[in-house]
């Protein structure tokens, strides 16, 4: 059986999600076309599960039943007027709520559940055109490297077939320059092609080319974000050529002060300074932005889990307190 469920707000309930999206939506360019924006959660279910077990689930697990509403046989009538999209995870992607809503299902003794999607539905009301949705949706409603907008209603798509390994060689070897900048554009590796002249040069001293694999796994070690090529590179700066960025300026100025509380700076992988008698304190600040598209736990640990994992790594290992976080806009990640 293949249930969808539907959970919305009940009238005359403030639904600030929907309130966000319309203020973004008038942040670029609709202001005084938009009346409302509403949202529902969407729940896609496939499994033997029966329809007093469903009706238990909304009540029991999905449903506020003070300010929320739901429905899974007969879906909900729109006023007129609302037009109506869905935003869903491609195939492959992984949705963050599958594993929970999985446990909490069997929590509540319902066993057999095969697949758990959900999805976003928005309903908008106003001056905008099905096409004006869709061209502003991709800035305000989804991420389209791991979602998909669709106008009608989602649904649970077929599983991802296993994978088969199949082995794939890149030739570098006898690329001309031309050839080796849309490698490394079509590949999305972010190398120049300078950088992609010196793998190449490596391999044709190994007297092969490089695996898929092989070359994708140098352009993420070479990268902004493991290399910190903007720090270390040439910096031309009113008239005057700085190598090494970091190393001339924060790291210079510190070794300069040589203050007696830094109890160690740049060794590890986070800073250590004097606090009291009893206590030094570790402190981190990550230069990558966060989270990732693509996997959002896993991918977080890059900004702020990276505030907390580094210095756990530091020394014998510090107690994480406290954190802060900001974001970087620029060249970092």
């Not at 029966?50 to 009540?59: D, G, N, Y």
Request: hydrophobic share 35%.
């Amino acid at each position: 059986m293949f249930y969808r469920i539907e959970v919305r707000e009940k009238d005359g309930f403030f639904d600030a999600a929907g309130a966000a999206v319309k203020k973004d939506m008038e942040a670029l360019g609709f202001k005084g076309r938009i009346k409302s924006v509403k949202t529902a959660q969407v729940y896609l279910i496939r499994g033997d599960i029966t329809r007093s077990a469903i009706k238990k689930v909304c009540e029991e697990l999905l449903i506020d039943p003070i300010t929320q509403i739901y429905s899974y046989d007969i879906p909900f009538l729109d006023e007129p007027g609302v037009k109506a999209v869905e935003i869903a995870y491609n195939p492959g992607v992984m949705d963050p709520v599958e594993e929970s809503m999985k446990k909490a299902l069997g929590d509540l003794g319902i066993k057999d559940i095969e697949a758990v999607r959900t999805a976003k539905r928005y309903l908008i009301k106003g001056d905008l055109s099905i096409d004006q949705i869709r061209q502003v949706a991709e800035k305000v409603l989804y991420n389209k490297v791991i979602q998909h907008l669709v106008t009608g209603e989602s649904i649970i798509h077929p599983e991802v077939p296993p994978y088969k390994f199949r082995l794939t060689t890149v030739d570098l070897v006898s690329a001309g320059p031309a050839r080796l900048k849309k490698i490394s554009k079509d590949g999305q590796l972010f190398l120049s092609v300078d950088e992609m002249k010196t793998i190449k040069n490596y391999f044709k001293k190994l007297g092969r080319n490089p695996t898929d694999c092989e070359l994708e796994t140098i352009a993420q070690t070479w990268s902004e974000h493991c290399k910190h090529k903007t720090f270390r590179g040439l910096i031309k700066y009113e008239g005057k050529t700085i190598k090494n960025l970091l190393k001339n300026t924060v790291m210079k100025v510190t070794a300069e002060l040589d203050k007696p509380w830094c109890v160690t700076v740049f060794k590890d992988n986070s800073g250590i300074i004097r606090f009291d008698k009893k206590n030094d304190i570790c402190f981190k600040v990550e230069t990558h932005n966060h989270p990732s598209a693509l996997e959002p736990y896993g991918g977080a640990g890059t900004g702020i889990g990276g505030v907390i994992r580094d210095p756990m790594g530091t020394g014998l290992g510090a107690k994480p307190i406290i954190n802060t976080d900001i974001f970087c806009f620029g060249p970092m990640d």
